[in-house]
């Protein structure tokens, strides 16, 4: 439960103990019935193993980046924290609440203005009509929709859809953020001034944590870096030791 | 997570509740002209086919038959509904249970209330043809919220169930359209129940949608009182499933994600 404290008090905000998550990978992934009577007895499916006995603690305010490869078990890592998926063993505990900008726009009824969403997705992070009256004027000039906020968002570009719900996710006064390469999004002008509102946060003493393959953006941005590789944190610590160990080994 | 605990964390989440309500009312006629009138239009062309067949071309040996049929009817296509959007519930939401947390009962509830909603604005059609048939409306129809509830609770139980078990067999949604057709026929919606032979009254009465639709037709059709103790025997039946429904919902829950 996200009210729960953490035993060591109250200024860990994310406490991953011992978690492990494997996948079930399907060689022929059957939905109904009669494939998967057919299956039965047959090979076909193999355990994956995402992350190994993971174990971490993340203070409040502090910014953290996960950094590997692809399939190293960052996203998956990430996903965990947002409550998505959850472990085979081990404790993930989380205090305060979660803006996740996975999948920004998630969740969007395409059929609906770009207003309506706003309440909608709003409401994804708990908040109600009456939170979102005196920031959704903040969230639409954030957005630079415009008047397209009253059309439906299937008009929408790629690039308006994801600054509306990038405007969602940063204002919804959430104290951890989970972000995963999320800051490819718009424009230059767009992406500089979401770089400038992640700072603000931060300097707000919101907890974050990246998902980034940005090696300038985690350096200027994060305390601290996870170094994921094959599923393990093989390195911990300052982001520009970790940096420098992993650009030297990963080239 | 607890009990408690789960309903504190819906809670948190009414928000979304309301408004997932509110698109599936909103948006299941987004475009049309008539919008929400066709949830009255709907029954009421229902309606108008059955006075004309049943009283021109088929005659029934129950009396005012169509209005017979149609007091029954209606909750039967409101449940069909309901079980046929509850099924689908979870699979149907795949992008965002993939992408979003939220507590995931949060869906077959919305399922349920919008249902719901919808259904209390149909009976109005209901009590227009009992009036204009001249049957009239007595004040035994102030327990009709009673059956409804029954209803209600009997159908979220299980939805709980078949929207968690249809992300993982997608046969379920499936295999529902027969079972609903069975269901329909096993229930006294087309004939009466007088109609079914003494020595299988028994067990023809295990079936709940026997109690709740003869409370319909008590209070509107024959205007008596229902059968409370058999209803309050199927409420306790349908809270025992819901119960149920909410463990197995629990358990399968969590890989919704990956399984979806």
Known sequence: MAKRKSKKGEDIAI?????????????????????????????????????????????????????????????????????????????????GK??????????????????????????????????????????????ELGDFIETPVRTYSSGMYMRLAFSIAVNVQAEILLIDEILAVGDAHFQAKCLNKMKELKEE??????VSHNITQVKSFCDRALWIRDGEI???????????????VQG | MSFINKIKEIYRYRHMLFTLVKQDINGRYKGSI????????NPLFML?????????????????????????????????????????????????????????????????????????????????????????????AVFLPLVILVQVVFAFGLILMLSAANVYIRDVQYMMNPIMMIWMYASPILYSISMVPEKWQALYRLNPMVTIIQGYQNLLYDRTLPDFKALGIVLLISLGICVIGYLVFNKLQRRFAEEV
């Open chain 2, 48 to 140: 108008l086919v059955y006075s004309v067949v049943f009283s021109i071309v088929f005659k029934s040996n129950i009396e005012n038959y169509p209005i017979y049929l149609f007091v029954c009817l209606m909750p039967w296509n409101a449940f069909n509904t309901m079980i046929g959007g509850g099924t689908t519930c979870v699979s149907n939401n795949a992008s965002i249970i993939k992408k979003v947390y939220f507590p995931r009962e949060v869906l077959p509830l919305a399922v349920v209330i919008s249902n719901t909603i919808q259904y209390f604005f149909s009976l109005v059609i209901t009590f227009i043809a009992l009036l204009v048939s001249g049957i009239g409306i007595t004040w035994y």
């Open chain 1, 98 to 143: 979660v803006s996740s900008m996975i999948e920004l726009g998630a969740g969007f009824n395409t059929d609906f203005t770009g207003r309506e969403n706003i309440y909608f997705n709003a409401s994804m992070y708990g908040l109600g009509k009456k939170d979102v009256d005196p920031i959704i004027d903040k969230i639409i000039e954030f957005s």
């Open chain 2, 34 to 41: 008539f919008g929400f009138l066709w949830t009255l239009l």
């Open chain 1, 15 to 95: 406490s991953v103990k011992n978690v492990t998550k494997e996948f079930t990978v399907y060689e022929d992934k059957s939905y109904f019935l009669k494939e998967k009577i057919g299956h039965l007895g047959r090979n076909k499916k193999r355990k994956h193993v995402v992350l190994k006995d993971v174990s971490c603690d993340i203070k409040k305010g502090q910014s953290v980046a996960l950094i590997g490869v692809n399939g190293s078990g960052k996203s998956t890592l990430l996903k965990l924290l947002n409550k998505i998926i959850f472990p085979e063993k081990g404790e993930i505990e989380i205090n």
């Open chain 1, 205 to 210: 003493g919101k907890t974050m944590v990246f």
């Open chain 1, 234 to 248: 093989v390195m911990d610590g300052e982001t520009d030791k970790v940096l420098d160990e992993y650009i030297k």
